[in-house]
């Protein structure tokens, strides 16, 4: 197998392809019927979701970005961000926006006013969908990214990368322990700062609500930056080619397939914690290395193009069809929103959701002009 680099960019790595859709997957598990209560089963399975989802299309999005930084200009670089981050972000803030009113004009009005009286939030926090905060993030993420990546790319000791890269992870768990990150629904983050500063200017809490924001959203996006700086040294390079190559002969394909998915499950089961932020990273490289092999795959290569290609818009369209999808459920059997959901009924409306969202997609893409703008395909 050959890693992927500047001579290959093109190749579909058809692992990373196969993990994002299981993640759109995992965003729409942990997303289905709302918040009604889950038995102890589909808690676990929901958490573990939690743990890999949003982190996997983190760390692979800067995998590209960092590949598109390293390769073209600035100003490309930016102009590619702003494209496929950007306006479909705005896109979908109007779309989650309109179905808002519509649930005002139908009566759900507490909900829709609280909302836009919150502009700020709804503008650079993505308020109007429980999904969209991710797009902001994830620019911010990947602005902070060139100036990160033309300190850090010319770093000639992988060991002193290695060591920003547990800095920077210390860094974000030392916020999130300390109640100081990004809170969704209030579009806020260093709430206890903000709170004890006691601001009475508008304009200025404003100020400094956004700014700790991107702050915190940057530092959150540092660690897979840095990752991302470390898988494209040279040195990473040269080490993952030779144990790919060995990994590759005969006797071993069957293990690197069965290790890295049971080292994922000890990890979560037995609540290794300290461990956990390892997950995104391990299914990142496992997916790299496996992409040749599923290429030799038909039908879980064609699964994996298809998921894969399908996976940002899945993303942004789910919460959509969930916050329909309950009502109608509860109007054809109304003990739903008492009782416990279970892996079973959350597995079979996910799935239904996951398809609908599908089928919703796959009729954007018919129209150039509404896949560009909604889903950033070109």
């Known amino acids: 197998m050959i890693l992927p680099n500047s001579s290959n960019q093109n190749k579909r790595l058809l692992g990373i392809d196969l993990f994002r859709g299981i993640a759109a997957y995992g965003v729409v598990f942990i997303h289905g019927l709302g918040e009604i209560p889950r038995n102890q089963n589909a808690l676990l399975i929901s958490n573990f979701f939690v743990a890999f989802c949003v982190p996997f299309f983190l760390v692979t999005s800067f995998y590209f970005s960092i590949k598109l930084l390293l390769s073209t200009s600035t100003s490309n670089y930016l102009n590619n961000r702003l494209k496929k981050i950007i306006i479909p972000y705005f896109a979908w803030t109007v779309i989650y926006l309109l179905a808002r009113l519509f649930g005002w004009l139908i009566g759900n009005r507490e909900s829709f006013e609280k909302l836009i009286a919150d ?132 006797k071993s394909i069957r293990l690197i397939i069965l290790l890295i998915p049971l080292l994922i499950s000890i990890i979560y089961i037995y609540n290794i914690q300290v461990i956990f932020w390892l997950i995104p990273y391990i299914l990142l490289i496992y997916a790299i290395v496996i992409s040749e092999l599923i290429s030799k795959s038909a039908p879980i290569s064609w699964i994996a193009k298809k998921v894969g290609y399908l996976s940002f818009g899945i993303y942004l369209v789910h919460a959509l069809i969930t916050a329909g999808f309950l009502p109608v459920i509860a109007k054809f059997y109304p003990k739903i929103i008492t009782i416990q959901l279970t892996v079973l009924i959350l597995i079979v409306s996910s799935l239904l959701i996951f398809f609908i969202s599908v089928m919703i997609i796959r009729l954007i893409l018919l129209n150039k002009n509404a896949a560009k703008i909604l889903l950033a395909i070109y």
């Not at 060591?163 to 809170?183: C, M, Q």
């Not at 206890?192 to 601001?199: A, E, G, N, P, R």
Request: proline share 3%; hydrophobic share 55%; glycine share 6%.
């Open 119 to 250: 502009p700020i939030n709804i503008i650079f926090f993505g308020a109007s969908g429980v999904q969209l905060y991710f797009l902001p993030m994830l620019f911010c993420g990947t602005v902070a990214a060139i100036p990160v990546t033309k300190v850090f790319k010319n770093i000639q000791n992988i060991s002193l990368l290695f060591l920003f890269l547990f800095l920077s992870i210390g860094l974000v768990e030392l916020i999130v322990k300390a109640g100081n990150d990004f809170v969704l629904g209030e579009g806020i983050a260093f709430k206890q700062i903000i709170y004890f500063l006691s601001v009475s200017n508008s304009w200025l809490f404003q100020l400094m609500r956004l700014v700790f924001v991107i702050l915190v959203w940057i530092i959150k996006c540092l660690p897979y930056i840095i990752f991302n700086i470390i898988i494209n040294h040279y040195q990473s390079q040269k080490f993952l080619q030779k144990y790919i190559d060995i990994c590759y002969q005969e």
